[in-house]
């Protein structure tokens, strides 16, 4: 079958590419045409545009590059209009992809879309929408399922697809040498995020604590969508080295770490390192957001465990003095480390075990294969 992908962003890159690689377990002569990234892309199909020009976060900053969003979408339906794909598989990123989902029904294709929009934290009503344009939801997060219902809507849950990529990874035995990266030294892991506003707000702070800290090396994840020089600027003077495409073998050897609140909040925890989730957003984008968000908590660690596991610090207080305390207590603070990687095993006893992708993949080709 041919199937139809669109991911915006470096967490749908990766569950894209899981997603895909199961796919063709069970349909090896399964063709792939996508919006996506790298990893997506290492899996074969053709990569039709890169997240890396698609990723704008919070509502101002969506406003301000609308122009480019909207060409993107309308490129995006003539491409699908002219493949005609067996499937269209839309993961996550819902401004742009229940856009594509309308377009896709309207236009008689199976559509199937994998990780649920977050409507359960601001307008629910979306939830309507979803029931007119999406054919298969598939929902990652065990609360979810219950959401749907109350709405009534019949949602498949698959678990969660970073379980899969957790379990496949496989340590690379020589980072520190790879990396020129101090066997002596414990690891600070910063994760700034993989969008550009994110790092810009995010990674000075980050960085500006590391003289605290003198008996760490503090090192950087850096997002496959940029280039090393491009955090240079963040690092001039600061022996803060940047690794790419080793995020899961930086956590692997890390203390703690300081993350931008996303996906990386979760996998850190999967990886035990206590973390501090750090966001900052612009002003009016976190105004907009504090009057529609119904949730209590921005990081996937607290939203799952419904509980505050990990500190967040938002807008103001994600200054260099706050998430330097925050660290310190991490690091020395024994009864604090210990709660919170007890509170680490019991987000492992709610997440289940992997086979998200293996699932999902499954649940496509049976409802494929019945249209």
């Given at each position: 079958?041919?199937?139809?992908?669109?991911?915006?962003?470096?967490?749908?890159?990766?569950?894209?590419?899981?997603?895909?690689?199961?796919?063709?377990?069970?349909?090896?002569?399964?063709?792939?045409?996508?919006?996506?990234?790298?990893?997506?892309?290492?899996?074969?199909?053709?990569?039709?545009?890169?997240?890396?020009?698609?990723?704008?976060?919070?509502?101002?900053?969506?406003?301000?590059?609308?122009?480019?969003?909207?060409?993107?979408?309308?490129?995006?339906?003539?491409?699908?209009?002219?493949?005609?794909?067996?499937?269209?598989?839309?993961?996550?990123?819902?401004?742009?992809?229940?856009?594509?989902?309308?377009?896709?029904?309207?236009?008689?294709?199976?559509?199937?879309?994998?990780?649920?929009?977050?409507?359960?934290?601001?307008?629910?009503?979306?939830?309507?929408?979803?029931?007119?344009?999406?054919?298969?939801?598939?929902?990652?997060?065990?609360?979810?399922?219950?959401?749907?219902?109350?709405?009534?809507?019949?949602?498949?849950?698959?678990?969660?697809?970073?379980?899969?990529?957790?379990?496949?990874?496989?340590?690379?035995?020589?980072?520190?040498?790879?990396?020129?990266?101090?066997?002596?030294?414990?690891?600070?892991?910063?994760?700034?995020?993989?969008?550009?506003?994110?790092?810009?707000?995010?990674?000075?702070?980050?960085?500006?604590?590391?003289?605290?800290?003198?008996?760490?090396?503090f090192v950087i994840a850096?997002?496959?969508?940029?280039?090393?020089?491009?955090?240079?600027?963040?690092?001039?003077?600061?022996?803060?080295?940047?690794?790419?495409?080793?995020?899961?073998?930086?956590?692997?050897?890390?203390?703690?770490?300081?993350v931008t609140s996303g996906?990386?909040?979760?996998?850190?925890?999967?990886?035990?390192?206590?973390?501090?989730?750090?966001?900052?957003?612009?002003?009016?984008?976190?105004?907009?957001?504090?009057?529609?968000?119904?949730?209590?908590?921005?990081?996937?660690?607290?939203?799952?465990?419904?509980?505050?596991?990990?500190?967040?610090?938002?807008?103001?207080?994600?200054?260099?003095?706050?998430?330097?305390?925050?660290?310190?207590?991490?690091?020395?603070?024994?009864?604090?480390?210990?709660?919170?990687?007890?509170?680490?095993?019991?987000?492992?006893?709610?997440?289940?075990?992997?086979?998200?992708?293996?699932?999902?993949?499954?649940?496509?080709?049976?409802?494929?294969?019945?249209?």
């Amino acid at each position: 079958m041919r199937y139809y992908l669109v991911a915006g962003e470096a967490s749908g890159d990766l569950h894209g590419a899981n997603l895909m690689k199961a796919l063709k377990e069970r349909d090896p002569q399964a063709e792939f045409r996508f919006f996506g990234g790298d990893l997506m892309l290492a899996e074969g199909g053709t990569l039709v545009k890169h997240f890396a020009d698609m990723a704008y976060m919070g509502f101002f900053e969506v406003a301000a590059n609308l122009n480019a969003i909207l060409k993107n979408m309308k490129f995006c339906k003539q491409d699908i209009a002219a493949w005609q794909p067996d499937v269209l598989v839309l993961i996550d990123f819902p401004g742009f992809n229940l856009k594509i989902a309308e377009f896709a029904k309207n236009n008689a294709l199976l559509v199937c879309y994998y990780i649920s929009p977050k409507v359960w934290a601001w307008n629910q009503k979306r939830v309507l929408k979803i029931k007119k344009v999406v054919d298969h939801l598939f929902c990652i997060l065990p609360f979810e399922v219950d959401f749907y219902k109350a709405w009534g809507m019949q949602v498949d849950y698959v678990g969660n697809p970073l379980l899969d990529a957790v379990s496949a990874f496989k340590p690379d035995e020589a980072f520190f040498e790879h990396h020129q990266l101090s066997p002596s030294k414990k690891i600070i892991a910063l994760l700034p995020g993989s969008r550009k506003q994110e790092i810009l707000r995010l990674l000075p702070p980050m960085t500006s604590i590391t003289e605290k800290f003198p008996d760490y090396q503090f090192v950087i994840a850096g997002a496959p969508s940029f280039q090393k020089e491009y955090y240079d600027e963040f690092v001039a003077g600061k022996n803060i080295p940047v690794v790419f495409n080793a995020t899961y073998d930086l956590l692997t050897h890390a203390e703690a770490a300081i993350v931008t609140s996303g996906t990386a909040t979760l996998e850190t925890a999967l990886f035990n390192v206590p973390q501090v989730v750090v966001y900052k957003g612009h002003p009016i984008s976190i105004g907009v957001a504090r009057m529609v968000v119904k949730i209590k908590f921005i990081s996937l660690v607290n939203l799952i465990m419904d509980s505050l596991v990990v500190k967040e610090l938002i807008q103001q207080d994600s200054s260099p003095e706050k998430i330097g305390d925050e660290l310190n207590a991490l690091l020395h603070n024994e009864s604090y480390r210990k709660q919170m990687l007890h509170n680490y095993d019991l987000l492992d006893e709610k997440m289940g075990n992997a086979g998200a992708s293996a699932k999902t993949a499954g649940l496509i080709i049976k409802y494929a294969t019945k249209k």
